[in-house]
């Protein structure tokens, strides 16, 4: 690495994961983890392990972080987002709900399943992956208002999509009645949503950023590698949640009849997920900005069809007898049941997911040109400054003219100093394009000023 790269890396470094986390947060997160262990020992109960994994994302999530900013709370922290934030203490509740309920009262377990699956983890999502969900840019790497919306509509989508398939394909009265499982919810907990939701998002961001500004963690096995991780933390989270329904702790028994087309299925579709989505995010390309709704609805799209065959596989797996077909005859209603909330997972998944993508965009490049631009020297600022402006004279006209409306708006909010370094910088990638792509920005430009 060269000199001014490592200048720059160090530039960097001033800009923290998450001010104050090791120093106020972590051991505030430790007691949590702590007296929840203790307690879940003494109390032979795995209630105090959930409230702690609970407690912990929205510690951190709330957290008046940008008060050493000299930031109200309000500027950085919407009642949107902490209107959803809020709404995840639905999660512990619903599963006291499910496991405290009497295994004859069905309908009263089925209607906590679906609150959890669809308004909790999923509509929640949806309120917040809008635009009014984000507050003022902050010095910091972790923005959870930036990557919360769009990664719990992804886990919320991908659970209604998998249990409404268990509805449709497992055993009849009682198999498709949720008993629970604290210690399985748990499992779920840690091992599938925390990857899904806050980890995976942090890991997006920083690859996104080291691929912008160093041209590292772009290639293909690097793809490779995140969507084989995604993989296993689905199947996690399927596992954990097989173990829920069944009222068993992980690992206590053998829970998976075994199915050996099953297992085929799943190692088929499961190698071809990741080979094709890989393949199409390099196709798309860097920047994020030169995604368009179109490309991000057809990336959602081999999501779920290559899942939909992969909980199939892992259906046979759980409960054996392959081919399994859907509950006819007096059961049909568990097929209704199913096919409500698969329906209602691919809603999430694609259409509403690739809005949510859009809205985090201009959210994303509101902190890239506010909070990491100004951190960089002039040399990588300028060449990421080129990647974002190759990327927007990408786009369609009309997508061109409103983002470049939003750089132009979101330059005349910041500091004079700061501002003038980046018009300097824009102005010489501009210099530097070819004729046509010049001509298309300097158009927009010029459309976006006269809004």
Not at 40 to 59: E, H, M, N, S, Y
Request: hydrophobic share 50%; net charge positive; glycine share 8%.
């Amino acid at each position: 690495m060269s000199a001014e790269a490592n200048k720059s890396e160090t530039s960097l470094k001033s800009i923290p994961l998450f001010p104050q986390f090791t120093t106020r947060i972590l051991p505030l997160l430790a007691i949590y983890w702590i007296v929840g262990s203790v307690s879940a020992v003494l109390f032979k109960t795995g209630i105090p392990l959930v409230l702690a994994g609970w407690l912990t994302p929205t510690t951190i999530m709330l957290w008046p972080v940008g008060r050493r900013y000299g930031l109200a709370y309000k500027d950085y922290r919407t009642p949107w987002f902490i209107a959803s934030v809020v709404s995840m203490a639905g999660v512990p509740i619903t599963v006291f709900w499910i496991i405290t309920t009497p295994f004859s009262d069905v309908i009263a377990k089925y209607a906590a399943l679906f609150l959890l699956i669809v308004l909790v983890i999923g509509f929640f999502g949806v309120e917040a992956s809008s635009r009014r969900t984000y507050g003022k840019p902050l010095n910091m790497f972790f923005r959870p208002d930036l990557i919360m919306g769009s990664n719990r509509m992804l886990a919320g989508g991908l659970a209604a999509m998998a249990i409404g398939m268990k509805f449709i394909f497992s055993n009849g009265p009682p198999g498709d009645t949720p008993i629970g499982n604290w210690y399985a919810f748990f499992f779920i907990i840690v091992l599938g949503l925390y990857q899904i939701i806050p980890l995976r998002g942090l890991l997006k961001m920083k690859t996104m950023v080291n691929r912008m500004i160093y041209g590292r963690g772009g290639s293909y096995v690097t793809t490779l590698l995140k969507e084989v991780y995604f993989v296993v933390a689905i199947s996690l989270m399927l596992f954990g949640a097989h173990n829920f329904f069944g009222g068993v702790t992980p690992f206590s028994k053998n829970v998976l009849a075994g199915s050996i087309p099953g297992l085929v299925i799943m190692i088929i579709s499961g190698t071809l997920c990741v080979v094709i989505r890989s393949l199409y995010k390099r196709h798309i390309g860097d920047p994020f900005i030169r995604e368009r709704f179109g490309q991000s609805i057809l990336k959602d799209l081999i999501l779920v069809i290559f899942m939909t065959f992969y909980f199939y596989g892992f259906i046979n797996v759980m409960v054996g007898h392959f081919p399994r077909i859907p509950n006819v005859g007096d059961s049909t209603y568990l097929t209704l049941i199913g096919i409500t909330l698969y329906l209602w997972g691919v809603a999430l998944l694609v259409p509403l997911r690739a809005w949510g993508r859009r809205n985090a965009k201009f959210g994303i490049m509101e902190q890239m040109m506010t909070v990491v631009l100004p951190a960089l020297k002039r040399e990588e600022r300028k060449r990421v400054m080129g990647k974002i402006v190759d990327g927007i004279t990408s786009l369609p006209e009309k997508s061109m003219e409103k983002i470049v409306r939003f750089h132009l708006s979101t330059l005349l909010k910041m500091p004079p100093e700061e501002r003038a370094a980046l018009m300097e910088t824009q102005m010489e990638v501009l210099s530097e394009l070819p004729p046509e792509k010049r001509t298309r920005m300097m158009i927009a430009m010029d459309a976006a000023s006269r809004m």
